[in-house]
């Protein structure tokens, strides 16, 4: 995450919050655009245990949210991504990325089919927000005259996640403790018209909350002043991500890598991978029959040393095998962290593998996603 | 021991005769937030000034250390390899790195004392 912090602050975009950031002493750094809070007091360690302990809440307004409309959103939509978006239910929320004619990954995406539990006839479309600009152009250009795009430009989008997030949303709204995971609707939180998915990004259960932004600040500082929420910066945002084994676009997932080198074909229906329609569905298809070269795995280092990205990843006879692509420190793990690619003969878990950082070689070893488990809601 | 003295990479150095004691500065620890692994130099290791000496991990990033002082390392933390947080906690304490038998004394001119050096971090910050 630190090579995306640019370091200009001028000109750099404000989210709803932002005065909340500052006046809580966040730490800030321009993040995609935006002047976005790295940490606050706690720093990244403590508010990382937090959010796994309690719950955190999280700004993050700069994603794109934006609604799709037309005779068939659904239909339209699934010639840019795998996702089985016909099989959405209303109300129900799929996780998939647009890609390009290689296969390639161009961004990855919460899908939500909005119906009656939302009141609204279109999907309800999330975005990275330093891909949101392209994803949103692509999808006026490709889906001219069949679907129309509508960029929510006024509301903020926060995310509240941990085990205790669902004790604390419910005090304010009704209903929300009994959504399955994965779903959406438009209800009252403490009297602001809001939409909430019960999903997130940290592998904690947990809600994203759609605010419109002249409520956002009134909110925020409702559900901040219950006793089990922190405020959580981005850094915890990343570490909490890693050890759930999730992907961050432009680092473990690119344009380069395809969603089965990825390890993300349970996001492509089976409808989906039979019928393909979708760009790259013939390579995505090659890919199902005969396997991948590649495929991202998750490395745990044996010592105390960090592997960041851009690690090299030998076999433990010394040949190159991969790359790691995000790295850091797991505070629930409570040592080092890292995913990366690595050839496919060598993506066992368990499998022992080497990783050169600065010039040592220091022993880690091949281990299944999630370094921490998920803990959904499943009702 | 000596008064402190600070390196504009904010090191800071303590010299007991020949012998140098180094660590990273308040200043900078907060900056990097929690510190969760330090990569320290060998002992006997010769080190130059304004040299690579080390990296220090934060949860977010890794940050290179380096040598306010020419010498040979005769001693390293080893408390930091199982308790990286004294980097937090007792930056200018217990949180040292390493000691260096100076080739110079007089490197130590190039460094600042502590009222220059809060002004380095003022005007920098």
């Not at chain 1, 606050?40 to 719950?55: D, S, V, W």
């Not at chain 2, 006997?44 to 990296?55: K, L």
Request: aromatic letters at 6%; a negative charge.
């Amino acid at each position: 995450m630190s090579a995306d912090i640019e370091s200009e602050a001028t000109s750099l975009k404000k989210t709803p919050l932002h005065a909340l950031h500052q006046r809580l002493g966040a730490k800030m750094a321009g993040f995609a655009g935006y002047d976005m809070p790295i940490q606050y007091g706690l720093g990244i360690l403590k508010e990382h245990l937090h959010t796994r302990a309690a719950a955190g809440l999280f700004d993050v307004s700069h994603m794109g949210q934006a609604w799709l409309t037309g005779a068939d959103p659904a239909a339209a939509l699934e010639r840019m991504v795998p996702g089985d978006l016909q099989g959405l239910a209303p109300g129900r929320q799929r996780y998939t990325q647009f890609l390009n004619g290689k296969g390639g990954i161009l961004d990855d995406l919460m899908v939500t089919r909005a119906g009656e539990p939302l009141g609204h006839e279109g999907l309800f479309v999330v975005v990275n927000a330093a891909c949101k600009d392209a994803d949103f152009a692509r999808m006026e250009t490709t889906l001219a005259g069949e679907a129309a795009l509508e960029r929510i430009e006024d509301r903020a989008l926060v995310a509240l996640q941990g085990p205790l997030a669902a004790s604390v949303l419910s005090r304010f709204a009704d209903g929300v403790d009994t959504m399955p995971f994965m779903s959406a609707m438009r209800v009252s939180v403490a009297g602001v018209d809001c939409l909430v998915s019960r999903s997130g990004y940290s592998g904690e259960d947990g809600y994203e909350i759609s605010i419109p932004q002249n409520d956002a600040m009134g909110l925020s500082e409702t559900l901040l002043g219950c006793a089990e929420v922190e405020a959580i910066g981005l850094g915890a945002r990343d570490s909490l991500r890693l050890e759930a084994g999730l992907c961050l676009y432009g680092h473990d997932i690119d344009e380069g890598t395809t969603p089965l080198e990825a390890g993300l074909l349970w996001s492509i229906g089976k409808r989906r991978r039979e019928q393909g329609g979708f760009p790259g569905a013939e390579i995505v298809q090659a890919q199902i029959r005969d396997g991948v070269a590649r495929k991202r795995v998750g490395i745990l280092p044996d010592g105390r040393a960090p592997a960041r990205e851009g690690t090299e990843i030998l076999s433990a006879d010394g040949k190159p095998i991969g790359t790691v692509t995000s790295g850091g420190f797991g505070p629930s793990v409570g040592g080092p962290v890292a995913m990366g690619y690595v050839a496919a003969d060598f993506a066992a878990a368990g499998t022992p593998v080497q990783l050169s950082v600065r010039g040592k070689l220091l022993p880690a070893a091949v281990q299944k996603l999630p370094f921490v488990e998920q803990r959904y809601y499943r009702g | 021991m000596s008064e402190l003295k600070f390196s504009e990479e904010h090191e800071w150095v303590s010299v007991e005769g020949d012998i140098a004691t180094i660590g990273i500065t308040n200043f900078a620890q907060e900056q990097l937030g929690d510190v969760v692994f330090v990569d320290l130099p060998n002992i006997g290791a010769q080190v130059s000034q304004g040299g690579d000496a080390g990296v220090v991990e934060s949860v977010k990033a890794a940050s290179e250390v380096y040598t306010p002082l020419s010498g040979e390392v005769v001693e390293v933390n080893e408390d930091l390899e199982s308790s990286p947080d004294l980097v937090n906690s007792d930056p200018e304490g217990d949180g040292w790195f390493f000691k260096l038998r100076m080739d110079d004394a007089s490197e130590l001119d190039d460094l600042m004392d502590a009222a220059a050096y809060k002004k380095f971090c003022d005007d920098n910050a």
